[in-house]
């Protein structure tokens, strides 16, 4: 019911935007976050947002740099992600949790499949 994708090979400094398509469930009642996982590292949260777009959440590792979005009526969501480094190369996923707050690790209704984001010379 949810799925992300648009991750790749990307040099230093680039962008890459990903994004979240979901169905199977009412998307406006849901709160979004992007979270991530670098190898031999766990997995941590970058951006949420909530179900309206208002408001919005970035870890410090992304805050000035990424930028999350949703589009209720086409039922997605996305991550902007500017001047990339290496140190953000790891599997993205999207998770989806009803109501105002914010999914967390371990409380979220719905988990994508993840994509790979490399950022690399």
């Known amino acids: 019911q949810l799925q992300a994708f648009g991750g790749g090979l990307v040099q230093p400094g680039g962008f890459l935007t990903l994004s979240c398509a979901t169905s199977g469930f009412i998307f406006d009642d849901y709160a979004i976050a992007w979270f991530r996982q670098a190898p031999g590292k766990e997995r941590e949260g970058v951006a949420c947002?909530?179900?309206?777009?208002?408001?919005?959440y970035y870890a410090d590792t992304a805050k000035g740099r990424f930028t999350v979005s949703r589009n209720n009526p086409k039922n997605t969501a996305a991550l902007q992600m500017d001047s990339l480094q290496p140190a953000d190369t790891a599997v993205y996923y999207c998770a989806a949790r009803a109501g105002s707050l914010y999914p967390t690790i371990r409380n979220a209704d719905y988990w994508g499949q993840g994509t790979q984001v490399t950022v690399s010379s």
């Open positions: 947002v909530g179900s309206s777009g208002e408001r919005k």
